[in-house]
T-cell receptor, first 113, second 115 residues
């Protein structure tokens, strides 16, 4: 079946540094790539997404890059803060309808003061 | 807006018993999804409904798992003859639409423990 692989299971950075989380996907029909954040003891919430008609999107300190040829996308968090510490999940829509999301296994990001 | 509501938050069952998990989606959302979260497997898609109709249940383990959406305000996930490997956090999510409008809003989850 189709898969989304998240390459970093854990990531530790110093406050103020940048963090990068990389994901790859297998479905050539994937067109929608959201990222979700899960803080300790809480459920997932949406942080940013990118659609296949663009290769870069920025929202404040978050940047998402998409390389369709390589089937790779990444989340860049700039000027990290302790409150960025959480598990981050990448996801990709599956199939031409794009109605279902397949998630990566998650990256535990720790931002140390 | 209370968000997606899942009940119970925690459920403990003995092996072989039945477990029913409930989800109330955000009012006005047409799609409801069920996922299972474990440390080993991460987030696994189970099934989804659009306008109460089952669309894709390809992630549902056969025979023991079933899901329904009898009306637009709630969906249930039923697990018969629970097994220890069913222990997980079951997440329900809803979205306004599907496709390009499919930002998922997740509930807090139901932690199922099968002893």
């Amino acid at each position: 079946g189709e898969k989304v692989e998240q390459h970093e299971s854990t990531l530790s950075v110093r406050e103020g540094d940048s963090a990068v989380i990389n994901c790859t996907y297998t479905d050539t029909a994937s067109s929608y790539f959201p990222w979700y954040k899960q803080e300790a003891g809480k459920s997932l919430h949406f942080v940013i997404d990118i659609r296949s008609n663009v290769d870069r999107k920025q929202s404040q300190r978050l940047i998402v890059l998409l390389d369709k040829k390589a089937k790779r996308f990444s989340l860049h968090i700039t000027a990290t803060q302790p409150e960025d510490s959480a598990i981050y999940f990448c996801a990709a829509s599956i199939g031409s309808s794009g109605n279902k999301l397949i998630f990566g296994i998650g990256t535990l990001l720790s931002v140390k003061p | 807006n209370a968000g997606v509501i899942q009940t119970p938050r925690h459920k403990v069952t003995g092996k072989g018993q039945e477990a029913t998990l409930w989800c109330e989606p955000i009012s006005g959302h047409s799609a409801v999804f069920w996922y299972r979260q474990t440390i080993v497997q991460g987030l696994e898609f189970l099934t989804y409904f659009r306008n109460q109709a089952p669309i894709d249940d390809s992630g549902m383990p056969k025979e023991r798992f079933s899901a329904q959406m009898p009306n637009q305000s709630h969906s249930t996930l039923k697990i018969q003859s629970t097994q220890p490997q069913d222990s997980a956090v079951y997440l329900c999510a809803s979205s306004i639409g599907v496709g390009s409008q499919n930002t998922l809003y997740f509930g807090a989850g139901t932690r199922l423990s099968v002893l």
